[in-house]
């Protein structure tokens, strides 16, 4: 370890001389940031992590389980029951496709409507561009709050309250913005270079948008289809105020908090947790790209 | 961001692939937000008028929520700035198992604010894991009633730890990924130059971060003052905040004429918060920013 302090091996004075000796204060006050380092991150880990066990832990638990006192923080009576019974109960299972549909509707239209402006975006340049992306920035500060209750009087006249469409229509249109901003920071880095040379071997612009640009911009397209599902998944407010039926899983969940029993909540808790966790698995590498990029 | 773009033809081509966002903004969007303005002022009848906002400011509960929501807002943003920057400057130091540390760290990103408000209820309800572990310990005898809604004190403190649980994560990804675009050497010269750990966070990090912790701060503020479920989850309707009054105006009341004027309120605020930022977190002109 303290290689750096001993003296060198083949001196060439015969005669022993007096070393100064070996200072280890540094080496050990490295060692001492490296544990408090761990120990800190430890702590914020536990703060982030334990309650992710707990709902899991109160998911898998019976009712009677649940209903002792104290409790026991060791999974030591697992049980499917409480899963079981949420799953059963009326209006969850079909929230739950409805969930999944909405979240893939919203993502396709997002990304229909929203990777050609931000295709635009990066390959021109064209008046009004700059007010285009304050617009788009502007739009991203609006609450969902202003708009959901007139919303849901415009398509309750429109014909469409109380549908998937009418929800798909809300949270494509809330991810829109950001969906431009990440697929306008992807294109930018495909280079134009490889777009030209497939046009000049024959292929029209768009020919060369589909066969040259998507292919390298598809891992990009994925982190803004996947962020649009998650806020899809994630959005409460909205889908509860437009739907009446044809509940999301979270709007399910918010309005049968008062009326249902804790067993339920916690089952609830834990479907709307699962997701969040493979999503932030899928998306790792991609987080700070996007946050990055697509901010400034 | 998008700007190194070369001049092409100007064709017509962009604005044909911007087309459809703008019509479908405008309809989403710039509609509806119209439409909710004119209705919060408009009597059933169709004139104008400013009973929907008398009923509103009639209502006590609804200056609670104006309360709750300011207050949180303010306690909460504070402590999820110091937390993300504590735990962006761990990560900075590259321990050992970064990346498990920052998956985990970045997880509360996709809960929603209901799912938080969820988890934290097994913690905080009355016969939950935070009571069990206290009575196991010996510290209480009973536990403590955190949900308790004649004391507004605890309410606010469960809701605030549940959203700084919730949404710090948000704050650290945006400032995480502010730092790795500062270049290294600058912190390195300070230290080179003798800068303490404090001195060179302050003088060199800090103002290098500032858009970063700008764009974080706007977004957070704002999402902040949207925050309701996570109360609803935990407190029922005993600690109101201003979007969890739209919900009850809008769905439980069937009044979107009230709902509309309190959502009008949010707006307001959220617009008053971007505008205080901008002008006070304003980039001096003498640092051309990249």
């Not at chain 1, 806020?231 to 008062?258: D, I, K, M």
């Not at chain 2, 990924?177 to 290294?184: F, N, R, T």
């Not at chain 2, 971060?209 to 999402?223: E, F, H, K």
Request: proline residues 7%.
């Amino acid at each position: 370890m303290s290689t750096v302090a001993t003296p060198p091996a083949a001196a060439p004075t015969p005669e022993f001389t007096e070393l100064p000796p070996v200072d280890r204060a540094p080496l050990r006050r490295l060692r001492r940031r490296r544990v408090l380092l761990q120990v800190a991150c430890v702590l914020v880990t536990l703060f982030m992590g334990v309650p992710l066990y707990l709902i899991t832990l109160a998911a898998f638990s019976s009712r009677e389980t649940l209903n002792k006192f104290p409790k026991s923080l060791w999974p030591t009576e697992l049980s499917t029951d409480t899963l079981k019974a949420f799953l059963s109960s009326t209006g969850v299972l079909p929230a739950f496709l409805n969930s999944i549909v909405i979240g893939l509707g919203s993502l396709v239209l997002a990304l229909l409507i929203g990777a050609p402006a931000g295709y635009a975006i990066a390959r021109f340049l064209f008046r009004g561009r700059e007010p285009y992306q304050l617009f788009l920035l502007l739009t991203r500060a609006l609450p969902i709050v202003v708009l959901s209750v007139p919303l849901s009087q415009l398509f309750l006249r429109a014909g469409v309250y109380d549908t998937v469409l009418a929800v798909v229509l809300v949270h494509a249109g809330l991810s829109l913005p950001t969906t431009i901003l990440i697929t306008a920071s992807v294109f930018v880095a495909v280079p134009r270079d490889v777009e030209e040379a497939a046009q000049l071997f024959g292929c029209t612009r768009f020919e060369a948008f589909r066969r040259v640009v998507v292919p390298m911009a598809l891992p990009g397209i994925a982190a803004a289809a996947i962020f649009t599902f998650v806020l899809s998944w994630n959005e409460v407010l909205a889908a509860a105020v437009l739907t009446l039926n044809n509940r999301t899983l979270p709007a399910q969940v918010l309005v049968s908090l008062s009326d249902s029993p804790i067993a339920y909540r916690f089952a609830g808790g834990f479907a709307l947790v699962v997701p969040a966790l493979l999503f932030i698995l899928l998306m790792r590498r991609y987080l700070l790209n996007m946050w990055g990029s697509t901010l400034r | 961001m998008a700007s190194r773009a070369g001049p092409r033809r100007q064709l017509p081509v962009p604005y044909l692939l911007l087309l459809p966002s703008v019509v479908m903004m405008t309809l989403l969007f710039g509609w509806p937000l119209l439409s909710g303005i004119l209705q919060a002022f408009q009597g059933p009848d169709g004139g104008f008028t400013l009973a929907n906002w008398e009923r509103m400011i009639g209502e006590p509960r609804f200056w609670e929520a104006v309360r709750n929501t300011l207050l949180l807002t303010a306690v909460v943003i504070p402590i999820q700035f110091l937390f993300a920057m504590t735990m962006a400057m761990l990560l900075q130091a590259k321990p050992k198992f970064a990346g498990f540390y920052f998956y985990l760290w970045a997880v509360p990103l996709a809960v929603s604010d209901l799912a938080a408000g969820l988890v934290w209820l097994s913690i905080f309800n009355d016969v939950g894991y935070l009571n069990s572990v206290l009575v196991n310990l010996g510290l209480v005898e009973h536990g403590v009633q955190w949900q308790l809604y004649s004391e507004p004190s605890r309410l606010f403190f469960i809701v605030l730890v549940a959203e700084v649980w919730r949404a710090t994560s948000l704050v650290l990804i945006i400032v995480v990924a502010g730092m790795q675009v500062i270049p290294k050497d600058y912190d390195e010269a300070a230290q080179v130059l003798g800068a303490t750990f404090w001195q060179r966070l302050w003088y060199v990090t800090l103002p290098l971060l500032r858009p970063s912790l700008q764009v974080a701060l706007i977004l957070r503020t704002i999402l902040a003052l949207e925050a309701f479920a996570v109360a609803q989850a935990l407190t029922g309707r005993n600690f109101p905040l201003l979007v969890g009054e739209t919900y009850e105006w809008a769905v439980q009341l069937q009044n979107p004429a009230v709902a509309s004027a309190v959502a009008l309120v949010v707006l307001g605020l959220s617009m008053v918060v971007a505008i205080v930022y901008l002008r006070a977190l304003r980039q001096p002109s003498a640092v051309e920013s990249r």
